[in-house]
């Protein structure tokens, strides 16, 4: 039992270069969830899903793109990259609603030159 | 959005006792209460969750007064393996179109010193 796995673990882009973030997991979670965190800022919620072929728009949507084809997957693409979005992504999963327990993944670290 | 404010930073000795409170003048009627706890380089791990009154748990333990405007966190007895950022949160609790935000703002950066 993985749990929250996330690929790649580090990835340098240089702008305007696209990428795609997966995140699986292994627990049959409905609700899936990318945020992304600054130094600084906390977490921010990016997108999320509340089940297979679902997404919807967090609190920092712009320049992202998500899809949940598989109900253990959950992408992150970037289409176009800018150095704002230099940053550290975290997935994670819940049973149901948010506030239930959330399970995160190590991270994946993104530089865009 | 319930949004939450916590202080930056905290110093405790091992041994200690550590109480975290956390501010949310704004909880909706069906939100929870709940911490998390990350350490450098990984994600958040669930620590405690409560609606009201007192919880505990192997870990910790959450006070909720009966307003629930605020919360507190109490570490017994930490140890340096408790230094961590440790995020108070308040779910929207909406249901239907849109509303599933779970904000996590900036946390309480706890250090615990030998």
């Known amino acids: 039992n993985a749990g929250v796995t996330q690929t790649p673990k580090f990835r340098v882009l240089k702008t305007g270069q696209s990428m795609t973030l997966l995140c699986a997991q292994d627990?049959?979670?409905?609700?899936m969830y990318w945020y992304r965190q600054d130094p600084g800022m906390g977490l921010r919620l990016i997108h999320y899903s509340v089940g297979e072929g679902t997404t919807a728009k967090g609190e920092v949507p712009d320049g992202y793109n998500v899809s949940r084809l598989k109900k253990q997957n959950f992408l992150l693409g970037l289409e176009s990259a800018a150095p704002s979005q230099t940053s550290v992504y975290f997935c994670a999963s819940s049973n149901q609603a948010f506030q239930e327990t959330q399970y995160f993944g190590p991270g994946t670290r993104l530089l865009v030159l | 959005l319930a949004k939450t404010t916590q202080p930056i930073s905290m110093d405790s000795y091992e041994g200690q006792e550590v109480n975290i409170t956390c501010s949310h003048n704004n909880i909706a009627t069906n939100d929870y209460i709940t911490w998390y706890q990350q350490f450098p380089s990984q994600g958040p791990r669930f620590i405690i969750q409560?609606?009201?009154t007192k919880v505990t748990n192997e870990v910790a333990s959450l006070f909720i007064p009966a307003d629930r405007k605020s919360s507190t966190l109490s570490l017994p007895r930490v140890s340096l393996s408790d230094t961590a950022v440790y995020y108070c949160l308040v779910g929207d609790g909406s249901s239907g179109a849109g509303s599933y935000q779970l904000t996590f703002g900036k946390g309480t950066k706890l250090s615990v010193i030998p």
């Open positions: 409560g609606y009201k």
């Open positions: 627990m049959n979670h409905e609700y």
